[in-house]
């Protein structure tokens, strides 16, 4: 089993407006019952240039065990997040193990989906950047009001590619006043070009709502096939994509993300010793 470097998580929680959160590997996680409440949240979010970015992020398993070594960009904007959504079962039974029992898992794709079929929410401009062009096909067939990019192969190391990128598109996004702004190209990537986009983004323009939510177009759309709900309530969630990509996710789930229970032993100690 690998492990993970020990990031030396804080346990003091940030004091964050609306909803409720509990703090958790170093993160202040949203403890809602119901992604409705989270979206809501987000819908009648005013940008008030505070410390805070207005960035939902949905931390995975693996994503809590690669934090400590990915790159400083990419973990300032989980840092300073406004939301962060426990998007995996097993966060949530570790809450519980460390006395900082969680709600319920709030999926992203879920909430991906949530904001693009439910009529109800009050739904603004959408800018979308997508891994691939086939998925912005999609994207512009079901919603034509959207603006979909394509992000090219970008390289998490290569900070002056994803500079480059976003420097290309970052007019035509600010002029699109968007509400939202989803970034789906998967970790650390996503962050990675959130960074660089609230970096450019003009002082005197209110910054939208982004969200870095990885595969879940893929999954609104049919392009990877999720879980049965039954096994998202179990925890198996990961061993049903597992079976679909076994090659590439064998070192994930085998070799890099046991070093949760580390983690999880770490953080237990120190609230132990508190």
Not at 7 to 18: N, T, Y
Not at 136 to 142: I, N, P, V
Request: proline share 7%.
């Amino acid at each position: 089993m690998s492990t993970a470097p020990d990031p030396g998580f804080a346990l003091a929680s940030r004091e964050l407006p609306g909803l409720a959160r509990r703090r958790l590997f170093g993160h202040d996680f949203v403890d809602e019952a119901d992604l409705r409440s989270v979206a809501l949240d987000l819908l009648t979010y005013v940008d008030d240039r505070s410390t805070d970015l207005p960035v939902v992020v949905t931390p995975n398993v693996d994503h809590v065990v690669q934090f400590a070594t990915a790159p400083a960009k990419a973990r300032a904007v989980v840092d300073a997040a406004r939301w962060c959504l426990p998007d995996g079962q097993p966060i949530v039974w570790a809450s519980r193990i460390l006395g900082q029992p969680l709600a319920t898992r709030l999926a992203g794709s879920s909430l991906v989906e949530l904001l693009f079929t439910d009529r109800s929410l009050a739904v603004g401009a959408t800018v979308v950047v997508a891994s691939d062009e086939a998925l912005a096909t999609e994207l512009r067939r079901s919603r034509p009001e959207i603006l979909a990019i394509v992000a090219p192969l970008l390289d998490a190391d290569d900070g002056k590619a994803i500079g480059r990128f976003v420097d290309t598109h970052i007019t035509q996004i600010v002029e699109r006043r968007p509400q939202l702004l989803f970034v789906a190209i998967g970790f650390p990537k996503d962050l990675l070009v959130i960074d660089a986009i609230l970096e450019r983004w003009p002082a005197e323009r209110d910054r939208p709502v982004v969200l870095a939510v990885g595969a879940s177009f893929e999954m609104l759309f049919g392009f990877r096939t999720r879980a049965p709900e039954w096994m998202q309530r179990i925890g198996m969630e990961w061993f049903y994509r597992f079976l679909q990509e076994p090659s590439r996710l064998f070192v994930r789930y085998f070799v890099r993300d046991p070093a949760f229970v580390i983690l999880v032993a770490r953080e237990w100690s120190r609230r132990r010793r508190r």
